[in-house]
């Protein structure tokens, strides 16, 4: 299975650029239709429910963490490699320096993502590295803030009640051990690094297609988590079959459909919407936890879903109202 396709255009005023009128903000490209706009919001819904598999798989899988991150970067790169070389060749030529830098920074930026968010789990409860980690749609409309633009109230409002769903659903256990502070720290870290990633490359795809952005990111990405698994001393082998085949269904739903498809539309719909849209893989996660793994959701599970939507839509309303 490979990334979804997408031919590139001229540059617009999407994701970091001016918005449609001269305003400054962040929002869908300029020029979007509704059709195109409910056709990225449907793939959107894939790619959710992609990376709502990752946790349950990681659970499942007897793997190191980090180990577990390259391979799923590593057999992604396999995939994509034949299809990126043989059929768009061309693609990957055209991206120029600024492209290759920056979707090279990208692929760096969420290796940083997984090297810090998978100890935290270890180090401070899956509950609190949770709710911290999926602050990344605070540091996207913050980061946008500091670049110039100026989010609509609605993002900040939609933001900050999908956030308040995800807590309902989570919870912050404080605690004052040193080992899980740390742990809380690299959590809130993971949660920056996801957002400069969701940014990065929201520019690239101004100009890039999927897989030429896709196949170079993914190869960055595991080329720096194999360095950080030899540092580590982590195991890249010796598991068994069933391990092996659930680290292969992590890299189609998780990588291939998942993160490829929010690359792509993070372009159309832009990094608020997809970033703040991201907060359902922690409801989605419990659900099929409790659907496959047997794990009955906490209660607050519907209710946090429910707020977390609820969040979403101000945020697309946002973006709708931007453009009309």
């Given at each position: 299975?490979?990334?979804?396709?997408?031919?590139?255009?001229?540059?617009?005023?999407?994701?970091?650029?001016?918005?449609?009128?001269?305003?400054?903000?962040?929002?869908?490209?300029?020029?979007?239709?509704?059709?195109?706009?409910?056709?990225?919001?449907?793939?959107?819904?894939?790619?959710?429910?992609?990376?709502?598999?990752?946790?349950?798989?990681?659970a499942a899988t007897a793997a190191p963490a980090l180990a577990i991150a390259f391979w799923r970067n590593a057999m992604a790169v396999g995939v994509l490699t034949p299809v990126a070389l043989w059929r768009h060749r061309g693609e990957l030529r055209r991206m120029g320096r600024r492209a290759l830098t920056l979707s090279g920074a990208a692929?760096?930026?969420?290796?940083?993502?997984?090297g810090l968010w998978l100890p935290s789990l270890t180090m401070t409860s899956v509950a609190t590295s949770t709710a911290l980690v999926t602050t990344t749609p605070i540091w996207t409309t913050l980061i946008l803030r500091l670049r110039g633009h100026r989010p609509p109230a609605l993002v900040w409002a939609g933001t900050a009640l999908a956030v308040v769903g995800v807590l309902i659903l989570t919870g912050i256990d404080m605690s004052t051990?040193?080992?899980?502070?740390?742990?809380?720290?690299?959590?809130?870290a993971a949660g920056l690094a996801a957002a400069v990633y969701m940014l990065l490359g929201s520019e690239v795809r101004r100009t890039a297609t999927t897989t030429a952005y896709t196949y170079v990111c993914y190869s960055t990405t595991a080329f720096a988590?194999?360095?950080?698994?030899?540092?580590?001393?982590?195991?890249?082998?010796?598991?068994?079959?069933?391990?092996?085949?659930?680290?292969?269904?992590?890299?189609?739903?998780?990588?291939?459909?998942?993160?490829?498809?929010?690359?792509?539309?993070?372009?159309?719909?832009?990094?608020?919407?997809?970033s703040t849209a991201i907060l359902l893989e922690t409801p989605g996660a419990a659900l099929i936890a409790a659907l496959w793994l047997g794990q009955t959701p906490p209660a607050a599970a519907y209710p946090?879903?429910?707020?977390?939507?609820?969040?979403?839509?101000?945020?697309v309303l946002a973006d709708v109202r931007r453009e009309q």
């Open positions: 299975m490979t990334a979804p396709q997408s031919t590139p255009t001229a540059p617009a005023g999407n994701g970091t650029g001016p918005a449609p009128g001269g305003k400054s903000g962040e929002g869908a490209a300029p020029g979007a239709t509704p059709t195109g706009r409910g056709a990225d919001l449907a793939l959107l819904g894939v790619a959710i429910a992609g990376v709502s598999m990752s946790a349950p798989l990681i692929g760096v930026v969420l290796a940083l993502h997984f051990d040193t080992r899980a502070l740390a742990g809380d720290a690299l959590a809130l988590l194999l360095v950080a698994c030899l540092v580590s001393g982590s195991a890249l082998g010796g598991y068994d079959g069933r391990s092996w085949l659930k680290i292969a269904a992590l890299t189609v739903v998780a990588q291939l459909l998942g993160h490829s498809l929010l690359n792509r539309v993070v372009r159309g719909l832009g990094p608020s919407t997809t946090a879903l429910v707020v977390i939507l609820a969040g979403l839509a101000l945020v």
